[in-house]
T-cell receptor, first 116, second 110 residues
């Protein structure tokens, strides 16, 4: 059973297009995340949802819009794609610790986005 | 700006040696610390988590935390070629935000 799954695994598209990446977790976790990992392998948080509510919204262009229809799903829609959006996007989930902090994060396999 | 810093490497060690990976963080209020391993083309996976000062051992891995020095390390004993990967230090600064370091690339030579 896949714990955190993402689709698609690869996404190649032209500049200016709109695309979506989907994420699902079957771990029963309360919190889900989107990370961007650039060519230098730096993993940077973009968004986080806890129980379907947006709790982290880092400095990300508003062309990126997350949506969480339920606790198990967190999708990422990107409008007007730019060359600089090329990266690997990871979805992750975690269970809340009793003190309200994020615990171990479980990552999906990643979506490699290439904008031409 | 809260930061997590690691030496990017590459760190090269011979098979059977001890690999020592280091990480410093800037937010003194940080409470949870994690080491993730990421193989090329794969997603990060948890190696160790540590929450209190001192050492925590799990098999060949030992995490060390010194909150006063804002320093966390990972020791890998009896390094194997299969340990060759990028190791990411991650620090939870409170709430649900975890900041990752840029990672240290480790090469274990057979």
């Amino acid at each position: 059973d896949t714990a955190v799954s993402q689709t698609p695994k690869y996404l190649v598209t032209q500049m200016g297009n709109d695309k979506s990446i989907k994420c699902e977790q079957n771990l029963g976790h309360d919190t889900m995340y989107w990370y961007k990992q650039d060519s230098k392998k730096f993993l940077k948080i973009m968004f986080s949802y806890n129980n379907k509510e947006l709790i982290i919204n880092e400095t990300v262009p508003n062309r990126f819009s997350p949506k969480s229809p339920d606790k198990a799903h967190l999708n990422l829609h990107i409008n007007s794609l730019e060359l600089g959006d090329s990266a690997v996007y990871f979805c992750a989930s975690s269970q809340d610790s009793p003190s309200g902090r994020a615990d171990t994060q479980y990552f999906g396999p990643g979506t490699r986005l290439t904008v031409l | 700006q809260k930061e997590v810093e690691q030496n990017s490497g590459p760190l090269s060690v011979p098979e059977g040696a001890i690999a020592s990976l280091n990480c410093t963080y800037s937010d003194r209020g940080s409470q949870s610390f994690f080491w993730y391993r990421q193989y090329s083309g794969k997603s990060p996976e948890l190696i160790m988590s540590i929450y209190s000062n001192g050492d925590k051992e799990d098999g060949r891995f030992t995490a060390q935390l010194n909150k006063a020095s804002q320093y966390v390390s990972l020791l890998i004993r009896d390094s194997q070629p299969s340990d060759s990967a990028t190791y990411l230090c991650a620090v939870n600064t409170g709430g649900f935000k975890t900041i990752f370091g840029a990672g240290t690339r480790l090469f274990v030579k057979a």
